[in-house]
């Protein structure tokens, strides 16, 4: 079945994620301590996320918890994943461009 493809790269891309914002909230919490870190969340609702942090571990969470809950096939499926994968690469750039900054 296609989607099983689809589903597994996904998911590989989370674990991806998962690992980079790992070493993202690291950094924030060392900017933090040096009094860098003034903002209140990384992502507007506007990006498509519902959660409401300054570390990028709960939006890989948020995102993980979609992925469980998305429709494996009917007519739901394709908006479904295009607001999924929307929002990962939003996640993936900006863990990008927070390592690219950081160096």
Known sequence: ??????IEQLK?????AYRKSIDAD??????KKAGHVK?????TQDEGFTTNSNRFKPYVQELADELEELP??????????????RKLGV???????FKEQSK
């Open 1 to 6: 079945m296609p989607h099983t493809r689809v």
């Open 12 to 16: 590989q891309n989370l674990q991806s």
């Open 26 to 31: 690291g950094k924030l919490d060392e900017l």
């Open 39 to 43: 903002f209140n969340r990384i992502f």
């Open 72 to 85: 494996t096939d009917g007519e739901k499926m394709p908006a479904a994943l295009e607001k999924f994968v």
């Open 91 to 97: 996640l993936i750039q900006t863990l990008q461009a």
